[in-house]
């Protein structure tokens, strides 16, 4: 019978050889613990063996000790192996340290046994016809052996516990099985300890456990994990795929292709059809795969689809079928048509913006060569004003009417947009251009939106197209030159673009690059218009500007003084002439000459650019000159603006000792009101308001300047006359009462050295 027990055992020890067998071949430390632990139970399964059935008493005290080292090895190694398998316990080098050292004591004092029988004594028992080793009497040293195994045991479960607690259900399968035959041979070898029986049932479950781990471990568990993983990816996935058997019939639809056909007319019973009509627009004959785009109308809706086709074959290599692989980007597409949408229209109006304007003109342009073709431009008049006055709403309104009069009046083979803020553009045939309708639509809208503080007025530029590979932002600037010309002027909607206005602007750009270094050169000269006495004598002189350019010989103020202020380079030019005028009163004090004066005259912008006080002051008091002998002009229009402190500057002009004057009085519109308000020295009439073509008129404008002269008598003021060209006229002036005279009846603006040698 012990021959028969002990060849069970080895035809045990066979399946576990097998396992370590197919564990050595993976090489991971998992693979590498089971190998360790099934090494020791064959170890644990044979010690048992020869020691219930020894028939030598010293052999049975060392087997028995091997037997109970060896079971210690094996949980050992199934902790590290719980350890690594579940990753519940993060292995700890110095436990595991200890673990073995403690494992190797027990094992020294559990062999020391055979001599000393300090751990356990043995007594032969017979159990029914058999003569087998029992343990007597134990120890405490045999105690201490348990209980260092059960903390190993409690250290194994409480892992595989833990791990099945934390995962889901679709994992536990894992673990529940190792788990439950591990608890087996636990119960069964407490069952044998403490009855006593010398054989260990737990050793048969010994094969069970390493067959199940082998298996769930290292073959069964993974592989089924991906398949079931695979499966789960492509039930849940956001790409449809379908499965076809060889005859083209749909065998398998994964959620995401139900959802689509089931919720269709179509039907997952007709989706074959789709599929053999993919299959036959493309030539997959001798493909095994193939990836293409289409689209596809399922109930009256359109979908956009990325398609994978791929055969499928068996271990064989034989066909079996092919699936397709659905990517639905309906979303993506309208999203990339929207972006698209966004990145070519203007969002306010659904116009085209600035960039899609010139593709699609260049692209109407070079389409239709033989055709003539013109630019509008068109820019709303003081736009700024409707934000400021009604908000950005009413702005708004505007811009969305005028785009949709450009919609209902431009047709096909017309491009419109907006090109930017108010600016609106269109490429149109000049055949199919009526300049009177365009008239028309600007009225009704001005109709339409006009109110009692605002007037709406659109001015419109036209150029015409001479050559069409132009930039069409080039053509805009010229239209938008031709809109320039028209100014201030609300008679006029329309103005077309020509050379000259090209040329001027190009002369004036020239101009603006051309006065830094004409002011670092002092090309810039002052020229002196003498102010004259009835009888001739001169008093003083206004100082007037002269460009003395190298290339364009003199240029005259009428040509870059209203350049020079749109650019804001005004200012500096007058202070260079304030600089020049009072170093010439300087020289004519130190000459004798201290009752003569000059008038220089300072610009609106002046007061935005700088401290025109403090400017003027300091060069008085650089060059100490007299500080009434530097008159100084100021239009009457930018004192009435008074937006820049002008009212409060002139007030200390007067305290600081200047005498101001207002230029070109009566060319506004409340020149008394002017007078009212603040504190002047002279006036200066402009003779230019009293020209006029009808001769019955002029005797009403003469009473105008007798008026004027009175009251500045009245008022305390001295009046110069400027623009006097006549004998008449001073003879009708001085008998007015006026006293000073400029113009040209006297003198033109002439050089210095030419005034100080014919009047100094």
Not at 230 to 241: A, D, G, H, P, R
Not at 496 to 503: A, G
Not at 665 to 677: A, E, I, P, R, V
């Amino acid at each position: 019978m012990d021959r028969i027990y002990m060849a069970l055992l080895f035809l045990m020890i066979i399946p576990i050889l097998i396992c370590m067998k197919y564990a050595r071949k993976i090489k991971s430390d998992v693979a590498s613990s089971i190998v360790r632990c099934l090494i020791f139970a064959i170890i644990t399964i044979l010690s048992n063996g020869f020691f219930a059935f020894s028939g030598n008493e010293t052999f049975a005290y060392l087997m028995e000790a091997l037997y109970l080292f060896s079971f210690d090895m094996v949980l050992i190694y199934i902790l590290q192996y719980s350890q690594q398998y579940t990753r519940v316990f993060n292995e700890v080098s110095y436990i595991r340290t200890g673990s073995f050292l403690l494992a190797y004591l027990d094992g020294i004092s559990l062999f020391a046994n055979t001599a000393f029988h300090h751990v356990f004594t043995l007594k032969n028992v017979r159990y029914v016809s058999f003569q087998m080793y029992h343990i007597g009497t134990k120890h405490i040293f045999y105690h201490l052996h348990y209980i260092f195994a059960y903390c190993l045991v409690f250290c194994i479960i409480a892992s595989f516990v833990t791990k099945i607690m934390q995962i889901p259900a679709f994992y536990r399968k894992k673990y529940v099985p190792i788990l439950a035959v591990v608890c087996v041979i636990i119960v069964l070898n407490l069952i044998c300890n403490i009855s006593g029986f010398p054989l260990d049932l737990s050793l048969p479950f010994f094969v069970f456990a390493a067959i199940l781990i082998c298996y769930l471990t290292l073959y069964r568990s993974p592989k089924e994990l991906i398949d079931k993983t695979l499966s789960i990816v492509v039930t849940e996935m956001n790409n449809m795929v379908i499965c076809f058997d060889i005859n083209n019939e749909c065998v398998y639809a994964n959620d995401r292709a139900k959802e689509l056909f089931r919720n269709s007319a179509v039907g997952l019973s007709d989706v074959s059809e789709y599929a053999k009509d993919w299959i036959e627009e493309h030539d997959i004959a001798n493909r095994d795969s193939l990836e293409w785009s289409d689209q596809k109308t399922i109930d009256d809706q359109v979908h956009y689809f990325d398609i994978e086709y791929r055969k499928l074959f068996d271990q064989k290599k034989e066909y079996i079928g092919f699936f397709l692989n659905l990517i639905d980007n309906t979303e993506k597409h309208l999203a990339l048509e929207q972006e698209r949408y966004l990145a070519n229209h203007d969002t306010l109006t659904g116009l085209y913006n600035k960039n899609y304007f010139a593709v699609r003109s260049a692209e109407i342009l070079r389409d239709h060569p033989d055709e003539e073709w013109l630019l509008l431009s068109s820019n709303i008049k003081d736009f700024k004003l409707i934000n400021d006055l009604f908000g950005m709403e009413k702005g708004n309104e505007a811009l969305k009417m005028e785009a949709d009069l450009l919609k209902e009046r431009c047709h096909e083979g017309i491009a419109y947009g907006r090109i930017g803020g108010d600016k609106f553009a269109i490429c149109m045939p000049k055949a199919r251009f009526q300049e009177q309708a365009f008239i028309d639509a600007i009225q009704a809208m001005g109709h339409a939106f006009n109110n009692d503080l605002y007037h709406l007025h659109i001015y419109i530029g036209v150029y015409e197209i001479t050559d069409i590979h132009e930039d069409i932002s080039i053509m805009c600037d010229k239209a938008n030159l031709a809109i320039k010309t028209l100014n201030e002027n609300y008679a006029r909607s329309i103005a077309y673009y020509n050379d000259t206005i090209l040329n001027d602007t190009i002369l004036e750009k020239q101009l603006v690059g051309d006065f830094d270094q004409a002011l670092d050169e002092k090309q810039f000269c002052m020229y002196l218009q003498p102010q004259m006495t009835p009888e001739g004598r001169m008093l003083g002189a206004e100082a007037l500007v002269r460009w003395q350019h190298p290339k364009r010989g003199l240029i005259f103020p009428g040509d870059f003084i209203e350049v020079f202020e749109k650019t804001g380079l005004i200012y500096r030019l007058d202070r260079f002439i304030w600089e020049l005028a009072v170093q010439k009163l300087a020289q004519w004090q130190q000459e004798g000459h201290s009752d003569l004066y000059i008038s220089v005259n300072i610009s609106t912008k002046d007061f935005y650019y700088m401290d025109v006080y403090k400017t003027i002051t300091a060069l008085v008091e650089k060059y100490r000159i007299i500080p009434s002998t530097l008159k100084l002009e100021i239009t009457e229009t930018a004192i009435m603006s008074g937006t820049a402190g002008e009212l409060e500057r002139i007030e200390q002009f007067r305290k600081y000792g200047f005498q101001v004057e207002i230029d070109d009085f009566g060319s506004g519109y409340s020149s008394f009101n002017t007078l009212k308000d603040m504190d002047v020295d002279v006036l200066k009439i402009d003779m230019g308001f009293l020209r006029t073509t009808k001769p019955e008129n002029l005797e009403k404008s003469m009473s105008i300047v007798n008026m004027i002269i009175s009251l500045s008598k009245t008022l305390g003021l001295s009046v110069v006359t400027e623009g006097v060209e006549t004998k008449e006229q001073v003879a009708k002036l001085t008998q007015m009462g006026c006293g000073v005279y400029q113009g040209y009846y006297f003198s033109k603006p002439i050089p210095v050295e030419e005034f100080e040698e014919r009047y100094l």
